[in-house]
């Protein structure tokens, strides 16, 4: 038996919790918590559980005790509060696109939050509050009506609550941050099953912590966003002839390092079609239109066979990248920091590009530059603010025979480039890896977030994630 204490500011809350497991569940308890909700609740057996504790990840087959489909937050309060109750873990479920699949946890508790997801913009204030169970697509299109945008990340079907609480890369970093960096305040159900606002006014501790420090401290409910003016932007990408592929590397990653905040980009190397590796540069130029020929004359000047860079709606970029995650393919990743490559590291990933197994899997360079970088470190939890880009190893297929091999490649490609990596880790993009690489994630910020962990969930009731013990 652990006793734990939440405390923010005036606000003090005990309460017991057994940390042994929990037997079955007596079914009259869930037709009771059932009872009490407005939405919908699944067992086992039902018709649609199965198709509710699904996400895009085809490796994830886990079976929670129940899922609760919430309608909005006095579900998730009373969803939380019947959980550490019983005991269960909860595991929380927006727009179920993490790779690691935590949306789902065997034997716990499922909270859906894909009801939730109104998004309403005041376009005078430039603000938008959307709920836990939006899509970057929701929101997107709900601020794009007024020429407004919040950086998000790049694949339109992703849910906005986990892409946020991790971090959030996208194509207006450069010139806007991360999507952690513009939450002006959430609404979180923590684990006494109060329902608080996180803002720079009241409990900051937990508006610091949830800036990048995962689904560790509660359940959300809605985000308040800053919005900035975004219309169409100059998109589209440049691919490089094989001949030409080792010379493109060399040259990548100073001139990712000093261009402009309104340019972002996420490069990519694959195989053309004769097997041979292949570098393609994906850009987004935010800034004044007349101005991006300056910009991008560098890559132009490197010969590229393709140059599709065009003006774009910014919501069509978004889900420009959608088809490169269909749901019901098997997907393992492994991710690591870099800021150079080195001849030795070229030379790995040229291998390993040749070896890819699956035509459907990607190596990715996904950038942090400009704005995103230059925040201090320990203003948010996310703490890699440095010009860099993250090297996402991506392996994706759709034959289940084939999981051995595909996930042996990633794996030895990772360990492969460790020597060449920068350090950290970003937490989206994290499978289950083990408390060492959590805190890789984290670095110099993890002792704190432990102690807000503590503060808010002593007991480790949200666990179902890139876990932060709380510290004793």
């Not at 860079?309 to 492994?334: E, M, N």
Request: aromatic share 8%; glycine share 12%; net charge negative.
């Amino acid at each position: 038996m652990s006793f734990g204490t939440m405390a923010s500011g005036s606000r003090k809350v005990t309460f017991v919790a057994i940390q042994t497991p929990s037997p079955s569940l007596d079914p009259a308890r869930l037709d009771d918590l059932s009872a009490t909700l407005r939405g919908p609740l699944f067992r086992p057996g039902d018709h649609p559980y199965d198709d509710a504790r699904k996400v895009f990840n085809a490796m994830i087959d886990r079976r929670p005790a129940a899922i609760v489909r919430a309608a909005g937050a006095e579900d998730v309060q009373r969803t939380v509060t019947f959980a550490r109750a019983n005991n269960l873990p909860v595991s929380i479920k927006g727009g179920g696109h993490n790779v690691a699949g935590s949306a789902v946890s065997d034997g716990g508790l499922m909270l859906d939050c894909s009801s939730m997801s109104r998004v309403q913009v005041d376009a005078k204030r430039r603000v938008a509050v959307a709920g836990a169970g939006a899509l970057l697509a929701d929101l997107d299109y709900a601020t794009q009506q007024f020429g407004l945008a919040t950086p998000l990340g790049v694949v339109s079907v992703t849910g906005i609550a986990g892409l946020t609480l991790g971090g959030g890369i996208g194509w207006l970093n450069g010139k806007h941050g991360l999507a952690c960096d513009n939450v002006i305040s959430a609404k979180i159900v923590t684990a006494d099953g109060n329902l608080v606002t996180a803002s720079p006014e009241g409990d900051t501790d937990l508006y610091w912590a949830i800036r990048g420090g995962g689904g560790n401290f509660g359940a959300v409910t809605s985000f308040t966003y800053r919005l900035h003016p975004v219309g169409p932007v100059l998109a589209g990408g440049f691919s490089f002839p094989a001949e030409r592929t080792r010379e493109v590397l060399q040259f990548y990653p100073g001139f990712a390092a000093g261009c402009p905040d309104g340019l972002s980009m996420s490069a990519s190397l694959g195989r053309d079609e004769s097997g041979r590796p292949v570098f393609g540069v994906g850009v987004c130029w935010s800034g004044e239109h007349h101005e991006a020929d300056m910009a991008l004359r560098p890559l132009r000047d490197l010969g590229p066979t393709v140059d599709s860079i065009a003006s774009t709606a910014y919501s069509a970029l978004q889900c420009a990248h959608d088809a490169g995650f269909p749901s019901g393919r098997y997907h393992y990743w492994k991710s690591r920091f870099v800021t150079d490559l080195t001849d030795g590291a070229i030379d790995t990933l040229l291998q390993f590009a040749t070896e890819m197994p699956s035509p459907d899997s990607a190596i990715g360079m996904q950038q942090i530059h400009g704005m995103a970088a230059r925040v201090d470190p320990s203003a948010t939890a996310f703490p890699h603010r440095r010009s860099q880009s993250e090297l996402l190893i991506l392996a994706q297929w759709a034959d289940p025979a084939e999981t051995e091999r595909n996930v042996g490649w990633a794996r030895a490609f990772f360990e492969a480039m460790r020597p060449f990596a920068a350090g950290g880790v970003y937490v989206n993009d994290l499978g289950e890896e083990g408390e060492g690489r959590v805190r890789d994630a984290y670095g110099a910020n993890y002792d704190r977030l432990a102690a807000v962990k503590a503060a808010y969930d002593p007991t480790n009731l949200f666990r179902s994630n890139q876990n932060i013990r709380p510290s004793v």
